[in-house]
């Protein structure tokens, strides 16, 4: 079997792309994380120092650009025009400028195009805030993550001292996920909502394995 479709959507942190990382491997699956594609498009609009409010210019420059990964590639490397910005994208200036990126409808549509692209073969997983409502509304397994904030923001935390990031303090981050949640629930186009038919799953108390596992075991049903 080729393997199906796989959407995982929720908001900021909730150990979405952990997850995926690890269903994916489990599967022998394709992982692709939506979320670096408007993070490298809001990166070369900084790097060329477009204002955020040039809506344009950057719907301009996400046709332009070439957003890539290599599939199976186990370090998940991320690439604008072929140089690695992996690291570049998790900086705290794309972390608070993404979301009104993410939020020009044009954006999305060539965003969009690109992830069904990507997905068009199945055996994949796919994270992000739109997957299973809009980006592939024909998913066989559709699950929404979610976690208290407190949890989201200590998480990121955690993971920014191991990564060497340069950290705010857990209460920025709160605030800033915060943010980004509403930010992100309230736009007018695909903004993050839970697909009527995506399995909710609540992180907060649960370890990664065992957010896998649940996981799996609805792929296993549906394959
Ligand atoms: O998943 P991550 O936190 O890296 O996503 C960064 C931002 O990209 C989100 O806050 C959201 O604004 C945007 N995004 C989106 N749709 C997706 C994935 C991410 O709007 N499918």
Do not use: H, W
Request: hydrophobic residues 40%; contains cysteine.
């Amino acid at each position: 079997t080729k393997g199906i479709q796989v959407a995982i959507d929720g908001p900021a942190s909730a150990g979405k792309s952990t997850v995926a990382k690890l269903v994916a491997k489990r599967f022998n699956y394709v992982y692709c994380d939506t979320g670096a594609m408007y993070r490298v498009v809001t990166l070369a609009a900084l790097r060329k120092g477009l204002s955020m409010d040039d809506t344009d210019q950057i719907v301009r420059l996400a046709q332009q650009i070439k957003i890539s990964f290599q599939p199976g590639d186990p370090e998940q490397r991320v690439f604008l025009d072929g140089d690695e910005v992996t690291q570049d994208i998790r900086q705290g200036q794309i972390d608070n400028n993404v979301s009104a990126v993410a939020a020009i409808p044009a954006v999305r549509t060539e965003m969009t195009r690109q992830q069904r692209e990507i997905a068009q073969n199945g055996g994949i997983v796919m994270d992000g805030r739109d997957i299973g409502t809009t980006v592939l509304p024909n998913a066989p397994v559709k699950i929404f993550m979610v976690a208290t904030a407190y949890e989201r923001a200590r998480r990121r935390y955690v993971e920014n001292k191991a990564k060497g990031i340069a950290t705010a303090s857990l209460e920025e981050l709160q605030k800033e996920i915060e943010l980004r949640d509403k930010k992100d629930s309230t736009r007018a186009v695909s903004p993050l909502t839970q697909a009527p038919d995506a399995t909710r799953l609540d992180t907060t108390n649960l370890t990664i394995d065992q957010v896998v596992d649940e996981i799996s075991k609805i792929i296993k049903k549906t394959q």
